[in-house]
């Protein structure tokens, strides 16, 4: 189906499963007002412990790409899961997700390297810009598998 394998169908259904409340919660904080934030304190937490300066500063590019992703990407979730959970699914639209989140991560990957401290000018050291990547990175790899197709 689709280029998937039926292991990859089934991890890709859980994924799309359980992004839907990811974006819901968590990544609409970036555009969202914190009164209506129904779990804000994950992205202070984030910010926090893994000093996510690009949560903390919501750049206006940031905040474009999370809107799209909750406008375009959000109804996608949900087709999607019926779709792989039937076994058939448009390897079109999954190609276009897979565009969109993969080249959100990598400009965000970007933006970490050149990246700096919550609240600060100072520039992040080594380990910090790592230990960011190596969480934003899945988010890059996962759907760019979808690019593939």
């Known amino acids: ?3 998937l394998s039926s292991v990859q169908t089934r991890f890709f259904y859980y994924y799309f499963l359980l992004h839907i409340p ?5 990544d609409s904080a970036v555009v969202l007002p914190p009164k209506f934030q129904v779990a804000g304190w994950l992205l202070s937490k984030q910010i926090e412990d893994n000093n996510d300066f690009l949560l903390w500063d919501r750049p206006l ?6 809107t799209l992703e909750l406008v375009v990407q959000l109804p996608l979730f949900f087709q999607f899961v019926k779709q792989l959970r039937q076994s058939r699914v448009d390897s079109g639209s ?3 997700y897979g565009v969109l ?6 400009v965000c990957i970007g933006a ?6 919550p609240g600060s000018s100072i520039p992040l050291n080594a380990a910090d810009k790592l230990k960011l990547v190596s969480i934003y990175f899945p ?5 760019f598998r979808l690019v593939l197709l």
């Not at 990811?22 to 968590?26: N, Q, S, V």
């Not at 590019?61 to 999370?66: G, I, N, R, T």
């Not at 970490?112 to 401290?117: D, F, K, P, S, T």
């Open 101 to 106: 989140a993969s080249t959100t991560t990598l």
């Open 94 to 96: 999954l190609r276009l």
């Open 112 to 117: 970490i390297l050149e990246g700096h401290y």
């Open 61 to 66: 590019w940031l905040q474009a790409f999370v």
């Open 1 to 3: 189906m689709a280029g």
């Open 22 to 26: 990811i974006t819901l919660l968590i």
């Open 139 to 143: 988010t890059f790899i996962i759907p």
